[in-house]
């Protein structure tokens, strides 16, 4: 069974910090791995995904997340946090192809002081 | 850029009461999902739908619920007789194709309060 686990269910980083959210995942077969934003009163969003091939994956909005197998990881971060990431992220993971169901993690919540 | 869109943003029901929740995917979709999230807890799968019936479902998914494709753009949830655990933000999502690259697109969400 697939399972995800995000580190801290708040972060709160200073404008122009580096920004880590943390997703360690478990599964029997190889990943799909995926984050969500979620802005206030807003749907879940797609930042990026991973599939196959490169292990580092660019998104939206200057994010970017690492698939490390040997670590079960895939972290997302961005160099320099703008008031405007303020937001829940979810990571998620699913088997086999992209269309089986999503299985997320609880969220984190990051906050962006000025 | 095409949205799933979800209606009504909040929905306010009587427990026992039946609800319905709708959805109207990406037009060229051919895969549909409803998720839920109750408050400060993780946003769990429901249940998947495919070719006109259901292809997976997980165990929150009883038989309280069932999902429907009355015509050929919307996609519904209906819950029989809510109960207060019921409360939670339900999510529509759709996908375009069996295809390793194609992630879920997700709606905006549909509150649901059961008083």
């Known amino acids: 069974a697939q399972s995800v686990t995000q580190l801290g269910s708040h972060v709160s980083v200073s404008e122009g910090a580096l920004v880590l959210l943390r997703c360690n995942y478990s599964?029997?077969?190889?990943?799909?791995l995926f984050w969500y934003v979620q802005y206030p009163n807003q749907g879940l969003q797609l930042l990026l995904k991973?599939?196959?091939?490169?292990?580092l994956v660019k998104g939206i909005n200057g994010f970017e997340a690492e698939f490390k197998k040997s670590e079960t990881s895939f972290h997302l971060t961005k160099p320099s946090a703008h008031m405007s990431d303020a937001a829940e992220y979810f990571c998620?993971?699913?088997?086999?192809?992209?269309?089986?169901?999503?299985?997320f993690g609880k969220g984190t919540r990051l906050s962006v002081i000025a | 850029e095409p949205e799933v869109t979800q209606t009504p943003s909040h929905q306010v029901t009587q427990m026992g009461q039946e609800v319905i929740l709708r959805c109207v995917p990406i037009?060229?979709?051919?895969?549909f999902y409803w998720y839920r999230q109750i408050l400060g807890q993780k946003v769990e799968f429901l249940v998947s739908?495919?070719?006109?019936?259901?292809?997976?479902k997980s165990e929150i998914f009883d038989d309280q619920f069932s999902v429907e494709r009355p015509d050929g753009s919307n996609f519904t949830l209906k819950i029989r007789s809510t109960k207060l655990e019921d409360s939670a933000m339900y999510f529509c999502?759709?996908?375009?194709?069996?295809?390793?690259?194609?992630?879920?697109?997700f709606g905006d969400g549909t509150r649901l309060s059961i008083l």
């Open positions: 991973y599939t196959t091939g490169a292990t």
């Open positions: 599964s029997s077969v190889p990943p799909y």
């Open positions: 739908f495919y070719n006109n019936e259901i292809s997976e």
């Open positions: 999502a759709s996908c375009p194709q069996r295809s390793t690259n194609q992630p879920q697109h």
């Open positions: 037009s060229n979709h051919l895969y």
């Open positions: 998620a993971v699913s088997y086999s192809s992209g269309n089986t169901p999503l299985v």
